[in-house]
């Protein structure tokens, strides 16, 4: 794996989480990056030779990166899940929230596939955005929220100090895996 500053050269350095999970999706295997943002997971996958997709309502800061396939879509505007019946050996979702995507990404992971999602729960308001609660996970609410085709690899709840102090919920899970899951070190 590429060190810190290689994994981020443009801006802010990926997840902890998800660079820590990453090796459990299939070595160059196809990877969806959910509310993309500026791209650093996708780039970052990229960087680690996965075949990325990503997917966002403005797609602009990763247009000229030919490594990555960009899907402008509105997750939350009631139309269709953009991808179809496409398959992904790995999802990525971080500091984004929309429920009714969650039967979307379950569906969307290939056998085997690897699910990486951190985002933000009830406790985070008393450190800034989001406060408000719609965009807040109950407590549990990520562990519960997949179906049980999803084994749960890692769980973690509760405050952290970096990037900035918040309260975040995060799930590791692979989809129906054959034998162990040997877990990173």
């Known amino acids: 794996m590429p060190s810190d500053a290689e994994r981020a050269p443009r801006g802010k ?7 820590r999970f ?5 070595a160059g295997g196809a990877v969806l990056d ?3 943002g500026g791209g650093r997971h996708a780039r ?3 960087d680690n030779g996965f075949s990325v997709v990503a997917v966002d309502r403005n797609v602009a800061a990763l247009a000229e990166d030919a490594r990555i396939e960009t899907v402008e879509a509105d997750l ?3 139309s269709p ?5 496409r398959r992904f050996d790995g999802i990525v ?4 929230l929309h429920r009714l995507l969650f039967p979307d990404l379950a569906s969307a992971l290939a056998a085997g596939g690897v699910l990486l999602y951190e985002t933000f729960a009830v406790g985070n308001e008393a450190y800034g955005r989001p406060a408000n609660p719609d965009f807040l996970l109950k407590d549990g609410e990520l562990l519960a929220a997949f179906p049980a085709e999803l084994r749960i690899v890692a769980y973690e709840a509760g405050y952290v ?5 918040a309260v975040v919920q995060r799930v590791a899970a692979v989809r129906s895996p054959d034998g162990p899951i040997r877990l990173p070190d």
């Open 13 to 19: 350095p990926p997840s902890d989480w998800v660079v």
């Open 22 to 26: 990453a090796p459990l999706i299939r």
């Open 34 to 36: 959910v509310a993309a």
């Open 44 to 46: 970052f996958c990229a």
């Open 76 to 78: 939350e505007d009631g």
């Open 81 to 85: 899940w953009p991808l179809g019946e």
């Open 93 to 96: 979702v971080t500091n984004y």
């Open 161 to 165: 100090e970096r990037p900035a102090p």
